[in-house]
Every structure is written in C-alpha cells, then in structure tokens.
C-alpha cells in the first residue's frame, strides 16, 4: 500500500477489518453442525497458538514478559477475558440459531452503550444531540418488547459485554494484539480441558486425520486475530471519528446477510426497531462529526 497516503490505507485497512467482521457469520454458518461451546473452544486454542507466533515474529515477547508479572492489570485482563469469551459464545450462539440480525442489531447499538458509559465512568459530557440519540435507541428496545413481546437479550448482550470489554481495555491500555493473546491465554487451560471432556466423551467435532470441519475449525484462530490487526493498522492511520463511521459496516453487512442470503424472517415491527436505531446512530455520528471539526 506504498502508493497510496496514510490516512488512504488506513480507510483501505478499516473497510478489510469492519467488512471481514460483518462477513464472519458465512464462517460460523458453514461450522453450524459444531456445538457453539466446541467452536468457541477452538476459537481460544488457535488463536493462543496464532498469536503466539506473531508476538515471537513482532519481537514483542520482552513486553508479554514484563505484562505477566503486573498483577493489577492481570486482575483487569482475567474480566475482559470473560467479556470478550461471553461475546463470542453469545454471537456464535445466534448465528447458528437464525439470530444474525439480533447480533447485528447488537453491534449497531454497541457505539451507544459505548457512550452511555463514558458518560458514567468518565464523566462524558453529552450534548442534547447525544441524549436524544440515546433515548431513541431506549425507545426501540422498549418498543421492540412491547410489540414483539421479548428482552432483545442476544442483541443487549453483544452491546454490554463489548462495550463494558473496550471500557476495561481503555482503563488498562494495553496493546491489542498482546492483551488478546494474556486474554486468549487465561482461558487457554479452560478451553483444553473442555476439548478433552469432549474427546474422552466421543462428542468431539474436531478429529484426526482433518475432515472439512476440522480444516474450518483450525482457521477460527485466523478469524478471530487477522481482522484485529487490520482494526489495528487503520486506527494508527486515521482519526477515532473515522474509525466510528466505518464501524458500522460491520453490522450492515451482517444484516444483509441474515436479510436476503440466509432469508431469516423480518418482521416490520422489528423494521421500526432498526430504523429507531438507525437514525439514533445518524443523530448521533452526525453531531460527533460537527463537534469534531468545531
């Protein structure tokens, strides 16, 4: 990407990274026959082993030693651990059940509970804009459960746990990529145990010499690693602004997906809940945009 400006490759980088995420359901559909336990499991065992390999390559294993030895941000480390594990469980979970457009409604709330937060823990000033923006999406999980008679839970799940996930990543700041890999190595022993009750059980999907499962099942580490490095490069090239603009390509394209290739049902009460949201995100991008350049 020499020919092209920084701030370019970093819009190249963050449509990669954001358009990967929103296409990952194809991946979890084709492993769906797996139980989501056992792909969350190979999830955290390949990305230790991916990982690994990068810190060694990137000369970063002096700063992974030095991490293990602070104790107050290992503490820190051991909850995000389990946010970002519940996370990718829970969106497994859905799309496996028919629930990609729960997962994306999920992401598209996040940004807001992202700010609802900081206006919590850091004091965030919000400007009327912004408070409207919030209440808007207030009034579509509220609106949702009155006509659909149901908690979006798998939506409010993703939202909360990624967004209480990145609140703890920002107190500690650490590099993502060796966070990820402490993180991915705290649930290491967790998930080999797993795998080994589901071998000694004979319910294990994963088998030697590989099927085509077992060959998807070895790439959930690259899913799970290659879009955070591209993630990585954008944000070192281009503002956090723009980042959040491109953030929601992710669940759009998800949503597309769920709409018109995996035809999961679409009600138009759930419509109105989109566009609730939809145009609390505009609001809400729109004032962040203006505010910026004031």
Known sequence: MKKFSLEVQGY????????????????????????????LTHRIIWSVVLLYGMIVFSKQMGAFKLLVKDFHKIKYLILSSLLVSTNWLVFIWAV???????ASLGYYINPLVNFSLGIIFFKDRPSKWQQIAI???????VYQVITLGSIPLVSLTLAFSFAFYG??????NLPSMTGLYIETL??????LLYFSYLVLHDQNAFVLPPNKISYLLLLAGVVTVIPLLWFNAAATKISLTHIGFFQYLGPTVSFLLAIFIYKEPFSHDKLITFILIWI????????????RKK
């Not at 990967?20 to 139980?35: R, T």
């Not at 609390?280 to 505010?291: G, K, V, W």
Request: net charge positive.
């Open 280 to 291: 609390a995100l505009a609001i809400f991008s729109i004032d962040a945009y203006s505010r």
């Open 167 to 172: 609140l703890i990543r920002k107190k500690i």
């Open 135 to 141: 209440f808007l999406a207030c009034m579509a999980i």
């Open 96 to 102: 496996s059940n028919n629930m990609i457009t729960e």
């Open 12 to 39: 190249i980088y963050a449509i990669m990274a954001f358009g990967f995420w929103g296409l990952v359901p194809i991946y979890f559909k084709l492993i769906s026959s797996v139980s989501p336990t056992e792909i």
């Open 186 to 191: 705290i649930l290491f022993p967790i998930a």
